[in-house]
């Protein structure tokens, strides 16, 4: 019989997290902390092992994450921005160097680096995702990241 992976959503105590906040768009980013830390903090995390981390835009998000990823001390790293479409191609050169800066610094660290980046049409939008009609991105974040970190734990070769 093959053998079934799949992480839950438990803390283990050895567990530390960091979470990388975007401060444009801070209305929004803000939010965003709070829907993580509260997610965190429901399934047992304490406030002393959850480092947040500002950093100026979502295009800075990438380079703290490594700093945070490479240094050991975090089983996972949370990065939160918000990038709202705007009228010049600015939007779209921000978001792919989000999203594969993310995607990088989790593959080149082998610590789960989770993408919770907003990359909406509007501010309403934005809004909807960071705590009203969509849910909170933040705490989804949270969810996935717990949920990575007890996957990797059960994969062979894991440390």
């Given amino acids: 019989m093959s053998t079934i992976y799949e992480g839950d959503f438990m803390w283990d105590q050895q567990s530390r997290f960091a979470i990388v906040v975007s401060r444009f768009n801070e209305l929004i980013t803000d939010l965003l902390l709070a829907g993580a830390r509260a997610t965190l903090k429901k399934h047992g995390v304490p406030d002393d092992n959850i480092d947040v981390a500002r950093c100026p835009g979502g295009f800075e998000v990438p380079l703290v994450a490594r700093r945070l990823a490479a240094s050991g ?32 610094v989790s593959l080149d660290t ?7 980046v907003l990359t909406t049409d509007s501010v309403q939008q934005a809004f909807e995702r960071a705590g ?19 996957l990797l734990a059960q994969i062979p070769g894991s440390e």
Avoid: W
Wanted: overall charge positive; hydrophobic content about 40%; charged content about 15%.
């Fill in 73 to 104: 001390r975090y089983s996972a790293v949370i990065c939160l921005a918000c990038v709202i479409r705007g009228h010049t191609s600015h939007y779209d050169h921000v978001c792919d160097a989000a999203a594969s800066g993310v995607q990088r």
């Fill in 110 to 116: 082998g610590v789960p680096v989770i993408f919770g």
């Fill in 132 to 150: 009203s009609k969509a849910g909170n991105r933040g705490a989804d974040a949270s969810v996935t990241a717990l949920e990575m970190v007890n």
